[in-house]
């Protein structure tokens, strides 16, 4: 006879592990947020089977080292199955040896620089493919090619700035001027130095990579050097309403995002997001692209358990790949061949509102291609997936 376990018909704990604290817990909070909402929608919905999502929540307070130790925790003394978190890829390198030594399944819910695939881990943040590609055709199509790149001090920037730099070199008259990368505390005198520079060498537009709370100084070091956002603005892949939010919305108006998500996008389904996520948090957490991917990400899980009825990796990988969602940005789809999603690349301009204005936007999703093997620049309707 075939028992079922009380693991099997209990509450399904999920690890949540994010960072509250530290420099990057404006976004962090914000994920787990999304987490949360998510989560609330599906229990309220009679939740996986009847059995509720419970979050066992761990705050890795922006360390990768506590990151890796937290996710050991949360396999072996929770006993999760899936862990949703980390937003530097400097945590989510952290964390994949323990999740793939454990078997266990990852959801990543932020965009990164790509170049990776774990058959443990579902990534739901852009590839470059989906947001490199089609910022550098913007800001040279609309500014110039000559681009400096100011970054944090880890693996996100690096790889990211050396993609951007790789696309910028396509077009003629390119050319990178600088590359320099501050620590993730860096403050206003350490971005000033670089606007020194930045004023002697006058380039096209500013790439950052700079992330956390450190992106407030280097925006405002911008605004008090004088420099003018309709000349040489800064474009960036992380600076979201959240980020702009902590800099002041006059410090960010003018400035370039390329992102799947922003809060201004107009559909019912963002809309209706947003109204109940504002009935749950009130109008303290700062919605973004993370916050999004976060969101849709625990809906996909909820859906692909249904079918599975079992969190174990083996049994719902197939339900999720290869998997659709009605998110926010529009519909998302899981790739079955590279585990990352396809997703809507847009750019958006901050507005002093504290909003984006979206001036460019795929009408299509865009298939994850992370290891840029057929992107070219200034593809928006790149590759639709086959439907497999
Ligand atoms: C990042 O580190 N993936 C933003």
Redesign the pocket.
């Known amino acids: 006879m075939v028992r079922t376990s009380e693991r099997d018909k209990g509450p399904i704990r999920v690890g949540a592990l994010f960072s509250e604290t530290g420099v990057t817990s404006t976004i962090g909070h914000s994920q787990l947020q999304g987490t949360l909402l998510a989560i609330d929608e599906i229990n309220a919905a009679g939740g996986v089977g009847g059995r509720e999502i419970v979050p066992v929540i761990c705050d890795a307070q922006s360390s990768p080292a506590r990151y890796a130790l937290l996710a050991e925790h949360l396999i072996t003394k929770e006993k999760v199955n899936v862990i949703f978190g980390c937003?530097?890829?400097?945590s989510?390198k952290a964390v994949l040896p323990v999740i793939e030594k454990w078997n266990k399944l990852l959801f990543y819910p932020?965009?990164?620089?790509g170049f990776e695939f774990s058959n443990n881990i579902i990534y739901t943040?852009a590839a470059p493919n989906q947001n490199s590609v089609q910022l550098a055709e913007f800001m040279t199509a609309n500014f110039g090619g000559r681009v400096y790149l100011i970054g944090s001090d880890?693996?996100?920037p690096y790889e990211s700035n050396r993609i951007m730099a790789d696309l910028v070199s396509q077009r003629p008259d390119s050319k990178k001027l600088a590359e320099r990368y501050l620590a993730l505390d860096a403050g206003m005198a350490d971005f000033a130095a670089i606007m020194q520079d930045i004023r002697l060498q006058r380039p096209d537009f500013i790439f950052s990579t700079v992330?956390g709370d450190s992106t407030a100084s280097l925006y405002r070091a911008y605004a008090e050097a004088g420099f003018d956002p309709k000349t040489m603005p800064i474009a960036s892949l992380?600076t979201s309403e959240a980020e702009i939010s902590q800099m002041g919305w006059d410090v960010a108006a003018g400035h370039y995002t390329s992102a799947p998500y922003f809060q201004s996008i107009d559909s019912e389904s963002n809309r209706g997001c947003l109204a109940r996520l504002r009935r749950r948090f009130g109008s303290e957490c700062v919605p973004n692209l993370c916050w999004e991917s976060a969101y849709f990400q625990m809906h996909m899980f909820a859906n692909a358990m249904r079918e599975s009825g079992s969190d174990e990796i083996a049994q719902i990988m197939p339900h999720l790949l290869g998997s659709e969602f009605e998110a926010p940005q529009g519909r998302v789809r899981i790739d079955p061949s590279n585990h990352h999603t396809c997703l809507y690349p847009r750019i958006g301009r901050a507005e002093a509102t504290g909003q984006f204005t979206i001036v460019r936007e795929a009408r299509r999703p865009v298939y994850p291609d992370p290891y840029l093997v057929t992107h070219s620049l200034g593809d928006w309707t790149a590759k639709l997936h086959e439907q497999s």
């Open positions: 937003y530097m890829s400097s989510r932020t965009l990164y620089e943040g880890y693996i996100y992330v992380t």
